[in-house]
């Protein structure tokens, strides 16, 4: 059902909205692009490494557009649907990513932690980061 | 040193040595007991403030881990730019009151984030007091900095109690003085938590030793209130002593110099001083018997003998006064037979005179001194003579003896008159021993005497005034017997015819003469006594020149020879 509504999100939006914002990681990290789906992964915590390096996916703290426009387009999770992934994995041992309260705070995380990921407007990505995906 | 204060002394002394010696031991023990439970007490203190401090700095660890795990830490990775880990530190600082900051370094050591703002960027300035926990990134899962507690001293010191007579301090450990225990002031104890510190106490003298100097006032204020009341108690205990001892020396001293028996020691006690005092006052009330007895038996004494004097001097005046009375006289006097009042009564008496014959002429001849021995001599034996045989002798007069018989006793008119006549030979026979025991003497005229005897009824009694009177006879049988005996011839005795009625069957008399008295009227018969005195068979006569006297029937036949050589020698 989730995939389903993924998709028809996706398809529709596509033609229609531009790319505000951009999951970036570290400059130098050798990624590239990365789908969606697995940078969903990365922040879902079902997959922490990416060429060999070990991801460290960050949220922006609170209800963020940025952070929402995330969850829509790329986790395709509403946020009551997060909560309850992240209680069921909380007992699995398996905790949700961190968070930092700014974009410039996310995006000194990024420049200073090889394998952090996150999603900043795209104007705020400059050299010391790479963009793997944009949404 | 009297013994009252003795008493006290030694009370005292005995009361409060054992006192004195258990408040010394207690007060050793106390002091001990009290030292060590200073000490035990600065220990505890100690050891409790110090484990708050530890428990504070503990806590501070403790804080200080528990921040490093919180999730905040992971904005390490973006140096705090949003200062969240900032304002952790800085809350927690205000909720610990943290004398100090709170510093999150990165793995560079760089401070990122701080409790003091503007040491952020900067590096801490450690010490090794400082304590740091690795902040672990739940995010990386590795080390990405160290929060770093960067405290003041002051943070414990403000935990330390402030006291008025103690002092908790944290001094570096090289700085402590070190347990004096001798004054109690100081102790110490190390912090767990900062080997580098130790807590240490300090205590003013004054508190330290206040138990102590308590206890001393305390120990001395109760000595003299011991000795106070030990001094009183003994007071008491002497004087209940000694005022009964005092009561019975003063009241001896009392009766030593008033020498008033009669008084008594007042003391009512059932015990030993009751009981000398009881034995006290038994021993007064002797005495005052006894010297009443004593004094009783003196006067009684005193009163004997002035009783004695005075009967001894009556008795003197009597025997002087005797002898001018007749012993039957002065013997009915003093026996109360007859009172000595004017009174008279008639009696039949036989009347005896007698007078020495030519007294006159011979004291004329003699000295007085001889003629007064001589007298009385013979009055002498006369009396005696008299007083044997009964007789009431009447009065002397000069030489002439007056003598009565038949008062004051008597033995009836005849017996009176038989002892008369018998008196009266006796006085002749006496009289002739007399004139040879004179003669001898010298005497060239020897005394003779003549009697004369009368009986009839006379007035017998005291004659004269209550002042003066005289025991006599009135009558005319007494002037009768005066004129016989005048009438009658030297060495003989004449009696009257009345008498020698009376007597002639007891003694031999013949008729001598016929005379008529001056005074009388009529011619009365004289009768001459024949006297024989001594044996039954003696004859005497007596004749103007010659005495002679012979018992024949004594006579031996050589003292015939001689007494008749001797009358033939003498006769020629």
């Keep these: 059902m989730e995939k389903l509504v993924f998709l028809i999100a996706l398809l529709t939006s596509l033609p229609v909205c531009a790319k505000d914002y951009a999951v970036v990681v570290s400059a130098g990290?050798?990624?590239?692009?990365?789908?969606?789906?697995?940078?969903?992964?990365?922040?879902?915590?079902?997959?922490?490494?990416?060429?060999?390096?070990?991801?460290?996916?960050?949220?922006?703290?609170?209800?963020?557009?940025?952070?929402?426009?995330?969850?829509?387009?790329?986790?395709?999770?509403?946020?009551?649907?997060?909560?309850r992934y992240w209680i069921e994995h909380h007992f699995q041992g398996v905790s949700p990513p961190g968070t930092q309260a700014s974009f410039d705070a996310l995006k000194a995380v990024i420049q200073r932690v090889e394998?952090?990921?996150?999603?900043?407007?795209?104007?705020?990505?400059?050299?010391?980061?790479?963009?793997i995906h944009e949404f | 040193m009297s013994f009252r204060i003795k008493t006290i002394l030694i009370l005292t002394l005995l009361s409060v040595t054992p006192y004195i010696i258990t408040v010394v031991l207690l007060g050793n023990v106390y002091r001990n007991e009290t030292r060590d439970r200073i000490i035990d007490d600065m220990h505890y203190q100690l050891e409790t403030v110090a484990n708050q401090l530890n428990a504070r700095l503990e806590t501070l660890e403790k804080d200080a881990a528990f921040m490093a795990n919180l999730d905040v830490m992971n904005d390490i990775l973006s140096?705090?730019?949003?200062?969240?880990?900032?304002?952790?530190?800085?809350?927690?600082?205000?909720?610990?009151?943290?004398?100090?900051?709170?510093?999150?370094?990165?793995?560079?050591?760089?401070?990122?984030?701080?409790?003091?703002?503007?040491?952020?960027?900067?590096?801490?300035?450690?010490?090794?007091?400082?304590?740091?926990v690795d902040i672990v990134s739940s995010l990386t899962g590795g080390a990405i900095g160290r929060m770093i507690v960067d405290y003041q001293l002051s943070t414990l010191e403000k935990l330390l109690p402030v006291s008025e007579h103690q002092q908790f301090s944290l001094v570096p450990s090289a700085a402590f003085e070190g347990r004096r225990h001798a004054d109690l002031l100081v102790d110490g104890m190390p912090l767990a938590a900062r080997p580098d510190l130790v807590l240490q106490l300090s205590r003013s003298p004054d508190f330290a030793f206040a138990l102590l100097e308590n206890l001393q006032k305390f120990l001395l204020i109760g000595l003299f209130i011991g000795i106070g009341a030990i001094a009183v108690i003994s007071f008491l205990i002497a004087s209940y002593l000694v005022d009964p001892i005092m009561k019975l020396a003063n009241t001896a001293q009392y009766v030593k110099q008033t020498e008033d028996y009669s008084r008594r020691v007042d003391i009512s006690r059932s015990d030993e001083l009751g009981a000398l005092a009881n034995a006290f006052n038994l021993m007064l009330s002797g005495m005052e018997r006894l010297i009443a007895r004593v004094q009783e038996e003196s006067e009684n004494r005193i009163k004997l003998a002035e009783e004695k004097n005075r009967a001894e001097m009556l008795q003197s005046l009597s025997t002087k006064l005797s002898k001018y009375l007749s012993p039957q006289v002065y013997e009915s006097i003093f026996s109360g037979e007859r009172d000595v009042t004017l009174s008279s009564s008639r009696k039949k008496l036989t009347i005896f005179f007698s007078d020495i014959v030519g007294f006159t002429d011979t004291t004329d001849q003699m000295e007085t001194e001889d003629l007064t021995a001589l007298l009385n001599e013979y009055l002498s034996e006369m009396s005696e003579i008299a007083l044997r045989h009964g007789a009431t002798i009447d009065k002397f007069i000069g030489d002439a003896i007056m003598i009565f018989f038949g008062d004051p006793k008597s033995e009836g008119v005849s017996q009176d008159a038989l002892h008369c006549i018998r008196m009266a030979m006796e006085m002749?026979?006496?009289?002739?021993?007399?004139?040879?025991?004179?003669?001898?003497?010298?005497?060239?005229?020897?005394?003779?005497i003549r009697i004369g005897i009368n009986t009839g009824y006379c007035t017998v009694g005291n004659f004269g005034t209550d002042n003066r009177m005289d025991y006599t006879i009135l009558g005319s049988p007494v002037n009768l017997a005066s004129r016989i005996e005048?009438?009658?011839?030297?060495?003989?005795?004449?009696?009257?015819?009345?008498?020698?009625?009376?007597?002639?069957?007891?003694?031999?008399?013949?008729?001598?003469?016929?005379?008529?008295?001056?005074?009388?009227?009529?011619?009365?018969?004289?009768?001459?006594?024949?006297?024989?005195?001594?044996?039954?068979?003696?004859?005497?006569?007596?004749?103007p020149g010659f005495q002679l006297t012979v018992d024949p029937e004594e006579l031996s036949a050589e003292s015939r020879a001689a007494l008749r050589k001797k009358l033939d020698d003498l006769l020629g």
């Design chain 2, 486 to 543: 005048s009438s009658a011839d030297p060495g003989a005795i004449f009696i009257s015819e009345e008498t020698y009625l009376l007597v002639k069957d007891e003694v031999p008399c013949v008729p001598a003469r016929k005379v008529t008295p001056k005074g009388f009227h009529t011619e009365i018969q004289l009768y001459r006594v024949l006297e024989r005195a001594g044996s039954k068979g003696t004859v005497t006569m007596r004749e």
């Design chain 2, 428 to 448: 002749q026979a006496r009289m002739s021993k007399l004139q040879e025991h004179w003669r001898q003497q010298g005497f060239s005229h020897p005394l003779s």
């Design chain 1, 29 to 83: 990290t050798g990624i590239g692009e990365m789908e969606a789906i697995m940078i969903r992964d990365v922040f879902l915590k079902k997959r922490q490494f990416a060429n060999k390096l070990r991801l460290l996916p960050l949220n922006i703290t609170g209800d963020s557009p940025a952070r929402r426009a995330f969850e829509e387009s790329v986790l395709h999770m509403n946020r009551n649907e997060l909560n």
């Design chain 2, 79 to 132: 140096a705090d730019l949003d200062r969240r880990i900032t304002q952790v530190l800085i809350s927690k600082k205000q909720d610990l009151q943290l004398d100090g900051d709170f510093h999150v370094i990165d793995e560079k050591g760089v401070i990122v984030a701080s409790s003091d703002v503007n040491s952020v960027g900067g590096r801490p300035d450690l010490s090794d007091t400082d304590f740091s």
């Design chain 1, 115 to 131: 394998g952090s990921i996150t999603y900043l407007p795209i104007t705020m990505v400059d050299e010391r980061m790479e963009i």
